[in-house]
């Protein structure tokens, strides 16, 4: 359980054990359960059945009865099949989203797993028995409910479920819009991709973020002591192009907005914290020059000239190149970084002065009903699709950094991101089906024995899911243009 690929596996089992207590306690009526996506340390489901109640009594029978099933050490056993077996047997159990998945998959094998005579289809590896899912509790939530397990810090208790309000609302607002459009799930997208609708979808998708980063720009004009905003987020939340796309929106009411990123206030190399292993810390909030960073900001907010520093990663220092900034009435700072929600990081700005904003990439597809796209794996195609492309990395590279960079987020982004004034969902439903195309080759160019190709296979076999969409359709200032390149913006 301190593993990623040992929680996954848990996370995995315990999903198709609650499945199958679900069957028991229904008396095998066929539900419709979906997996959503998680929230305070569990999983968000819902249930897609008006013909049955939801409700804390019904969650405790099942509780029971997933017990009961542990307590047997039932064995999970894992078969091959053919994918037109396959496809057969979950149009007879009423899972067509896995059927429609399957239409689609160009392997003629599919493996799938049973559970004491309920079957299912799952993307990863699972536990030997039921008897080794042994914490877990499920909690009525917000028209749907959470499945807890154990975390990676304490694997034995169970975390307190504490929700997350704000983000379950952008999470859950981006279901509702798939809903509308009628994709749920790859399966659905790769129908609009072979009929040909993906102009559309792509069209209709950009709108919305359009309208979105409008509405953003609309609620800073309307708070008229808003002097600088801020944006943070996970890496590869396409923050720099947000930033562009706001500012633009911000201009269009009369607002002059001054893009400033935070790492131009990185402390010198000779003066920046390390790790215990002589590392530098680049991450954390000390490796910023805090205290130089609030008084450029003060004295601007009263009016006075600063000399704007500029940090050059080749030599490790601050450097002053003749770059000057004054504020007048209607000039707005819009400063992106990773500490930007984090107060401490900004002590001596008025709260009223400060909007602030959280951007990440909220994946809001599933594979099928069961099986969700976690949102580190969107996120991890982006960044090794513009690593190959920007910095020169190659996927081996940007996956062995892969789990520090989450450590950061864990530790400097995620405690704040409830502290933001608005939320922003960067994620694109199509983006996937166009990301497979550049990511593939780099995952295939990683060595067969180096640690980091049994990620790099995983992400292989997850993008053999989503039919291709061509980047030529995607517009020259959308977020993914970020990653795959080819936009508008200098970034």
Excluded at 105 to 121: A, C, E, K, W
Excluded at 241 to 248: A, K, M, P, V
Excluded at 281 to 301: G, I, P, S
Aim: proline residues 5%.
């Amino acid at each position: 359980m301190a593993d990623k690929e040992g929680r996954d596996t848990y996370k995995r089992s315990l999903c198709l054990l609650m499945l199958k207590a679900f069957d028991n306690v229904l008396g095998g009526k066929p539900v419709h359960i979906w997996i959503r996506f998680t929230v305070s340390g569990g999983l968000f489901c819902t249930l897609e059945d008006d013909s049955v109640e939801l409700t804390q009594e019904l969650l405790d029978k099942v509780k029971a009865e997933m017990e009961s099933l542990r307590d047997r050490a039932i064995p999970i056993k894992k078969k091959s099949m053919s994918t037109e077996d396959a496809i057969s047997l979950f149009r007879a159990s009423h899972m067509t989203d896995k059927a429609d998945l399957f239409r689609y998959r160009i392997s003629s094998r599919t493996n799938v797993y049973s559970l004491d005579g309920y079957t299912d289809y799952y993307f990863g590896y699972m536990v030997p028995d039921t008897s080794l899912l042994k914490l877990f509790d499920l909690k009525l939530y917000r028209g749907g409910f959470v499945l807890l397990f154990p975390s990676a810090e304490d694997p034995e208790s169970l975390p307190p479920f504490r929700p997350v309000e704000k983000l379950f609302d952008v999470q859950y607002s981006s279901r509702v819009w798939g809903k509308k459009l009628g994709i749920h799930s790859v399966g659905d997208l790769d129908d609009l991709i072979a009929s040909g609708g993906t102009t559309d979808l792509v069209l209709m998708q950009e709108a919305l973020q359009e309208k979105m980063i409008a509405d953003i720009a609309e609620e800073i004009e309307n708070r008229k002591s808003v002097k600088i905003v801020f944006i943070a987020g996970p890496s590869s939340s396409s923050k720099t192009t947000f930033s562009h796309r706001l500012s633009i929106q911000l201009s269009c009411y009369g607002l002059k907005p001054h893009p400033i990123a935070m790492d131009n206030y990185f402390r010198n190399r000779d003066q920046s914290p390390r790790n215990p292993d002589g590392t530098y810390n680049f991450e954390c909030l000390e490796a910023l020059d805090v205290e130089q960073f609030n008084k450029d900001m003060t004295d601007l907010m009263a009016g006075r000239e600063v000399s704007m520093p500029t940090y050059n990663f080749i030599s490790g220092t601050r450097e002053y190149k003749g770059n000057t900034l004054k504020l007048s009435d209607r000039d707005v700072l819009v400063i992106e970084g990773i500490h930007g929600l984090n107060d401490a990081f900004s002590y001596s700005i008025p709260a009223e002065s400060k909007f602030k904003i959280y951007i990440s990439a909220l994946t809001q597809l599933n594979i099928d009903e069961h099986n969700r796209i976690p949102t580190t794996d969107g996120r991890l195609l982006r960044r090794i699709v513009r690593d190959a492309r920007t910095r020169g990395y190659n996927a081996k590279d940007t996956i062995a950094i892969w789990k520090s960079v989450r450590r950061g987020e864990e530790q400097y982004i995620f405690p704040f991101q409830e502290s933001a004034d608005v939320m922003f969902n960067s994620a694109l439903v199509y983006e996937l089906a166009v990301l497979k195309t550049y990511a593939q080759p780099l995952l295939h160019a990683v060595p067969k024995d180096c640690p980091e190709w049994g990620e790099a296979k995983r992400l292989l076999k997850f993008l053999d899911y989503f039919l291709p969409i061509p980047a030529d359709g995607i517009p020259k200032n959308s977020l993914v243009r970020e990653f795959i390149g080819g936009g508008c913006f200098d970034v």
